[in-house]
């Protein structure tokens, strides 16, 4: 949708170095949920953000929200085969309670080992 | 806990022929979704439920039809399949937004290929 714009589209990096991922609604956002999927299988929850400001972490895996600019980064800290896949964000727009998300086009990220 | 099911996993549909995939949850949340992902597109919500007997369109809903006779099935009927329908649908469930435990938990897809 192009409501919520993912960059870059893919990434190939070597195991070991750092990457982001970033996630531009056009949209106030009111709620930002980061899935990974597995080519083939479903999506993964990874993290949500609500508040502006806010930074969670999980693993070598960090994911802020910037209310301001409406925009989030998934960052991954010395990066592993296991991470390839595609990270997909997902944006609730709306402060009605229907639970709606919008989704990115995805990441591709491929780690060479 | 088997969390969100689907069925069938793949199926092959000639032009004009009729299915329902079906979606079932066993955690008990109220709201569901069914999304398509085609490559390059994401995700596009199609239908979805906030509650046992509602239904609601989403981004994408022509062509398709759902029902939530009950809380933890939520179907998704095609009554004529078009080549443009192949995809992998993916159904997904919640507890309503901002709750903490607010988040989408998917189910495995089903990839759909219409000849």
């Known amino acids: 949708s192009q409501e919520l714009e993912q960059s870059p589209q893919s990434l190939i990096v070597q195991e070991g170095k750092n990457l982001t991922i970033n996630c531009t609604s056009s949209?106030?956002?009111?709620?930002l949920y980061w899935y990974k999927q597995k080519y083939g299988e479903g999506l993964i929850f990874l993290m949500m953000?609500?508040?502006?400001?806010e930074e969670k972490s999980h693993e070598k895996i960090t994911a802020k929200l910037d209310e301001k600019k409406q925009q989030s980064s998934l960052h991954i800290t010395a990066s592993q085969p296991s991470h390839a896949g595609i990270y997909l964000c997902?944006?609730?727009?709306?402060?009605?309670?229907?639970?709606?998300?919008?989704f990115g086009q995805g990441t591709t990220l491929q780690v060479k080992p | 806990n088997a969390g969100v099911t689907q069925t069938p996993k793949f199926r092959v549909l000639k032009t004009g022929q009729s299915m329902t995939l079906l979606c079932a949850q066993d955690?008990?949340?109220?709201?569901m979704y069914w999304y398509r992902q085609d490559p390059g597109m994401g995700l596009r919500l199609i239908h979805y439920?906030?509650?046992?007997?509602?239904?609601a369109k989403g981004e994408v809903p022509d062509g398709y039809n759902v029902s939530r006779l009950k809380k933890q099935n939520f179907l998704l009927g095609l009554e004529s399949a078009a080549p443009s329908q192949t995809s992998v649908y993916f159904c997904?469930?919640?507890?309503?937004?901002?709750?903490?435990?607010?988040?989408?938990?998917f189910g495995p897809g089903t990839r759909l290929t219409v000849l």
């Open positions: 997904a469930s919640s507890y309503p937004l901002g709750t903490p435990s607010g988040e989408q938990f």
């Open positions: 949209k106030t956002l009111y709620g």
């Open positions: 953000l609500q508040k502006g400001g």
């Open positions: 997902g944006a609730a727009h709306g402060s009605s309670n229907t639970g709606k998300l919008i």
């Open positions: 955690m008990n949340h109220e709201y």
């Open positions: 439920s906030v509650g046992e007997g509602t239904t």
